[in-house]
């Protein structure tokens, strides 16, 4: 039974509630981060900050995802995967978190699988599984297999095929469902900003990392390197009179975290282009089709989806991506990740 045990890391304890409980909403319905600490004291956060840095890196996508994506023409497939990964959050009314180790899942099982011919089917499949996996994983009550897949799906499946998935899914990533994640770093970096409405703050950066994880470009960047783009721009948006101030607490940021200044310029860069696109916004909220169809009987008429038999799919070809190909990656990850701390004692910090 030993062998059926994850390895993971928790920072909590029996004393520490459940942040998520009597939450206030905010804008589009949503429960934001800092609403509530989870953390009460400034050792919790600093411990928190390191298991998260620690982590990490074991939760990115395998080298040269992204390439895989363009080669293969899957950019489309996993902007429309992600995409409706966030509007299933708010149909079924599941926690940003769960949307966000979802897409975490998604994109890690991927990049192990750059050698197979995906189709449409396959990645739908993969993406209920994904939800799914992360629903049981993070929340209390989870929906239902039908209920997942009720809406904007052009395949349907039987839940024994999910389940099969889901399976599937588990042995790729080695049963590691803890994922460190944008999304984890929200709570531990607005609570170090001198800022009253903190909460207004976290609204935003959540909705800048739902749009960065759209974002193949953005993949590559750490989590950590995301999540600091994202509340510098937050900051420089809500309260533009104070930039010198927020580019000092930056700073402050990245000694703390130990990172290279010019990633994350670049990756602050990315996201301030992404919001001048008119689009990004509607991304942001999940709104998918507000954008590309016009109001018409015929685009609101449902299509007839496609129904999958379990008898018809072959889920052999996904068997070969085992855990044993991703502890060999790990290692090297950890590796690469010593030998880059290792450099930044070199690097020259933003004057």
Same mark, same amino acid.
């Given at each position: 039974?030993?062998?059926?045990? /994850?390895?993971?890391?928790?920072?909590?304890?029996?004393?520490?509630?459940?942040?998520? *409980?009597?939450?206030?909403?905010?804008?589009?319905?949503?429960?934001?981060?800092?609403?509530?600490?989870?953390?009460?004291?400034?050792?919790?956060?600093?411990?928190?900050?390191?298991?998260? +840095?620690?982590?990490?890196?074991?939760?990115?996508?395998?080298?040269?995802?992204?390439?895989?994506?363009?080669?293969?023409?899957?950019?489309?497939?996993?902007?429309?995967? #992600?995409?409706? +990964? *966030?509007?299933?959050? %708010?149909?079924?009314?599941?926690?940003?978190?769960?949307?966000?180790?979802?897409?975490?899942?998604?994109?890690?099982?991927?990049?192990?699988? %750059?050698?197979?011919?995906?189709?449409?089917?396959?990645?739908?499949?993969?993406?209920?599984?994904? +939800?799914?996996?992360?629903?049981?994983?993070?929340?209390?009550?989870?929906?239902?297999?039908?209920?997942?897949?009720?809406? @904007?799906?052009?395949?349907?499946?039987?839940?024994?095929?999910? %389940?099969?998935?889901?399976?599937?899914?588990?042995?790729?990533?080695?049963?590691?469902?803890?994922?460190?994640?944008?999304?984890?770093?929200?709570?531990?970096?607005?609570?170090? #900003?001198?800022?009253?409405?903190?909460?207004?703050?976290?609204?935003?950066?959540?909705?800048?990392?739902?749009?960065?994880?759209?974002?193949?470009?953005?993949?590559?960047?750490?989590?950590?390197?995301?999540?600091?783009?994202?509340?510098?721009?937050?900051?420089?948006?809500?309260?533009?009179? &104070?930039?010198?101030?927020?580019?000092?607490?930056?700073?402050?940021?990245?000694?703390?975290?130990?990172?290279?200044?010019?990633?994350?310029?670049?990756?602050?860069?990315?996201?301030?282009?992404?919001? #001048?696109?008119?689009?990004?916004? +509607?991304?942001?909220?999940?709104?998918?089709?507000?954008?590309? /169809?016009?109001?018409?009987?015929?685009?609101?008429?449902?299509?007839?989806?496609?129904? *999958?038999?379990?008898?018809?799919?072959?889920?052999?070809?996904?068997? @070969?991506?085992?855990?044993?190909?991703? %502890?060999?990656?790990?290692?090297?990850?950890?590796?690469?990740?010593? &030998?880059? #701390?290792?450099?930044?004692?070199?690097?020259?910090?933003?004057?």
């Amino acid at each position: 039974m030993d062998s059926l045990l /994850c390895d993971e890391v928790w920072l909590s304890s029996p004393a520490t509630p459940d942040y998520h *409980i009597n939450q206030p909403r905010y804008s589009h319905g949503e429960t934001y981060a800092a609403a509530s600490s989870f953390y009460t004291t400034t050792e919790e956060c600093e411990k928190a900050v390191s298991i998260y +840095l620690e982590k990490e890196f074991t939760c990115m996508p395998e080298p040269g995802y992204v390439e895989h994506l363009r080669t293969k023409n899957l950019l489309f497939a996993r902007l429309r995967a #992600i995409q409706w +990964l *966030i509007k299933s959050r %708010q149909r079924l009314s599941l926690s940003f978190e769960t949307v966000f180790n979802a897409a975490n899942y998604l994109d890690r099982f991927m990049s192990m699988n %750059q050698c197979h011919g995906w189709k449409c089917w396959m990645v739908e499949l993969l993406c209920v599984a994904c +939800l799914s996996v992360a629903s049981k994983f993070t929340e209390t009550r989870t929906p239902c297999l039908h209920d997942i897949q009720m809406e @904007d799906l052009d395949h349907s499946f039987q839940p024994i095929t999910i %389940q099969r998935m889901e399976l599937v899914l588990l042995r790729a990533l080695g049963w590691r469902l803890g994922s460190t994640t944008a999304y984890s770093y929200v709570e531990l970096l607005v609570m170090k #900003i001198d800022f009253l409405q903190k909460d207004l703050v976290a609204c935003r950066v959540t909705e800048l990392l739902l749009g960065a994880m759209q974002d193949c470009s953005m993949v590559g960047f750490r989590p950590s390197i995301t999540a600091i783009s994202a509340l510098w721009c937050s900051l420089e948006e809500l309260v533009p009179s &104070k930039s010198d101030a927020h580019l000092a607490h930056v700073k402050g940021l990245l000694n703390a975290l130990d990172h290279k200044d010019d990633v994350v310029i670049k990756c602050h860069g990315i996201m301030e282009a992404q919001l #001048i696109n008119p689009v990004y916004n +509607l991304l942001a909220c999940g709104k998918k089709h507000s954008y590309c /169809c016009p109001s018409s009987p015929v685009t609101v008429l449902p299509t007839e989806r496609i129904g *999958i038999y379990d008898c018809d799919v072959d889920l052999s070809f996904f068997n @070969d991506s085992g855990s044993n190909k991703k %502890q060999e990656t790990s290692k090297k990850k950890r590796k690469w990740h010593e &030998k880059s #701390i290792k450099d930044d004692g070199f690097q020259k910090r933003i004057k």
